[in-house]
């Protein structure tokens, strides 16, 4: 990642069959600083947080056969990376799946999908904050024993990294790639080890559980599905991207198939088994990559906001950047609500309620994928079939991923986003008063 000046940003031509092309001009910075791989360390850096050190003994009681549900899973999240990829060539505007369903559907079905996205982050980063505790506690025992220690150091990690992401983006996208890197090389050596020391002998049994073959693979890609959560990340910053039609595809792309690849290879490294030496090992990986998550996390949650209030959809004040070029409010906002949630974590009698939340997170996580993929079946179905058809397997597959969460969860899922029809009513009233003129004096 480094900078690089625009003298005269033009957006690449559609490809063929594609219509629709997004020629609006965004309130973007003067220098858009994340080049190739600051992108893909966005997609890679989300997505592999700390479940990747915690799925293998999550899918350990479906054995071998659990790897059909790896296989399935990455291939509904390579067709919604195709889906995202194709959508990022209309528009170099930043909002990602905001963006997508806004110019598909209209400004209220973008906007609920955006404020139940936003929401999804900024309930995401106490959560990943608390996992990097759970980590350190590996080496100082004694933050079992103290919550509020916990909870001083959940928040020091989280408000650092959100100095970072005020201090600029590209300060934010090169933490982000050198911490993307650096949890990769523990998780790359935990596979090697286990390729060549791992016993074969080891391996679990093919189907331990006894079921048949269709509950085992319906069950173990739920499991694994949610490990493919932000795949669209890179879509997201796109007002910040050096040449983003180019480069957001190939980052969402190839992230995405790294992403595939990790995960299946150090579930299997751990299926061969590994030594006594593995439980620091994990933990050392698991610190990297929760901070490496979360800082993916507070980054594009300042963006959300950003994105809706540059279309005049919230405040103004949400769309300003610092003079460094990071969106300053929404960053703060974005902040202070993942703080409020953490603390809330700590106190016994809110407990229930964080984890309520957070599964509600899920669907609305997932819901902006599942309207991306509707908004490139609308545009791909008269003029571009084939692409019409992986629209269609990937709507498939979001629809499934979110029924898969449960009919209670996708309620309270919904009733969430509905929470932000108030704040939509008030951002179109002030676009209103903004557009209309003033009254003559009598």
Not at 47 to 63: E, R
Not at 167 to 179: C, F, K, N
Not at 412 to 428: A, E, S
Request: aromatic content about 10%.
């Amino acid at each position: 990642s480094g900078t690089g000046r625009i003298c005269c940003a033009r957006p690449m031509p559609a490809p063929r069959g594609v219509k629709g092309m997004d020629n609006a001009a965004e309130e973007a910075p003067a220098t858009r600083t994340i080049g190739f791989w600051g992108a893909w360390s966005l997609t890679v850096g989300v997505m592999i947080g700390s479940g990747i050190f915690l799925l293998p003994s999550v899918m350990a009681p479906y054995g071998l056969m659990g790897f059909s549900g790896w296989v399935l899973t990455a291939a509904g999240s390579i067709m919604l990376a195709l889906v995202m990829s194709r959508l990022a060539l209309r528009t170099t505007r930043s909002g990602g799946p905001y963006i997508y369903a806004r110019d598909a559907f209209g400004d209220l079905p973008g906007f609920l999908v955006i404020w139940g996205y936003w929401a999804s982050y900024w309930i995401a980063i106490p959560t990943v904050a608390i996992a990097f505790v759970g980590y350190l506690a590996v080496f100082f025992p004694e933050l079992s024993q103290a919550p509020i220690a916990r909870a001083g150091v959940a928040l020091g990690l989280i408000w650092l990294l959100g100095i970072v992401s005020l201090r600029g983006v590209r300060e934010a996208s090169l933490v982000q790639l050198g911490m993307t890197l650096l949890k990769l090389l523990p998780i790359l050596a935990i596979i090697g080890y286990g390729a060549v020391a791992g016993q074969v002998e080891n391996l679990p049994d093919y189907n331990p559980s006894g079921q048949p073959f269709l509950p085992v693979l319906a069950t173990t890609a739920l499991l694994t599905m949610w490990a493919f959560s932000g795949l669209e990340c890179a879509t997201i910053p796109a007002g910040d991207v050096r040449d983003p039609q180019k480069t957001i595809p190939r980052a969402t792309m190839i992230g995405t198939i790294t992403v595939a690849i990790v995960y299946i290879a150090s579930t299997a490294a751990a299926a061969r088994g590994l030594g006594p030496w593995a439980p620091k090992m994990v933990a050392i990986g698991a610190l990297i990559s929760t901070a490496g998550c979360l800082n993916g996390l507070i980054f594009i949650a300042g963006q959300l906001p950003m994105a809706v209030a540059i279309d005049k959809l919230a405040p103004k004040a949400f769309a300003k950047r610092n003079s460094r070029g990071a969106p300053q409010l929404s960053l703060l906002v974005s902040l202070i609500l993942g703080s409020a949630l953490l603390l809330a974590n700590f106190s016994d009698s809110l407990i229930d309620t964080f984890e309520f939340l957070l599964m509600m997170s899920t669907v609305t996580i997932l819901l902006p994928l599942l309207v991306s993929a509707l908004a490139e079946l609308r545009h791909s179905w008269a003029s571009a079939r084939s692409w019409a058809i992986i629209a269609i397997l990937a709507t498939l597959y979001s629809a499934f991923a979110i029924y898969g969460s449960g009919l209670e969860v996708m309620f309270w899922g919904m009733v969430l986003m509905l929470v932000g029809l108030p704040v939509y009513v008030l951002g179109r009233q002030g676009k209103a008063d903004e557009v209309s003129p003033s009254a003559p004096a009598e």
